[in-house]
């Protein structure tokens, strides 16, 4: 497979269906994702999330409703995404949003197992 330019992965189109509730982003290499606002915001790149380090991160509960309030530009290599529970320091680069389409299942279902094993939950 050819490796991933820059390039590639520029935008497309970003925007917020109605309910607010996923962010659609379209890249020029062709692919197109519907990220759920709960994915997003459970897998905020923030320090305040994710740590300083892989064993730092958090698993974020009780996100299954949450909204994007708003979306804002970073420069043109990112987003920053503000969510209705008042997180807003993730900032997403156009590379990250493309990994989180591509991976999307895979890193759902590991944030279920985790909410799981923890006796936590989306609600």
Known sequence: MP??????LWP???RLPEGRDA??????NGARFELPAEYLRVESPSAEVQGHAPHEK???PGKRHVRISAVEPVGNYALRIVFDDGHNTGIYPWDTLHS????QDK???AYLKALEERGLSRE
């Not at 490796?3 to 590639?8: N, R, V």
């Not at 962010?23 to 020029?28: D, G, P, Q, T, V």
Request: no cysteine; aromatic share 12%; net charge negative.
């Open 100 to 103: 989180y389409g591509l991976e």
């Open 58 to 60: 958090k698993i974020v």
């Open 12 to 14: 497309t189109e970003v």
């Open 23 to 28: 962010l659609i982003i379209s890249f020029e």
């Open 3 to 8: 490796e991933q330019t820059s390039t590639d």
């Open 107 to 109: 890193k759902f279902a």
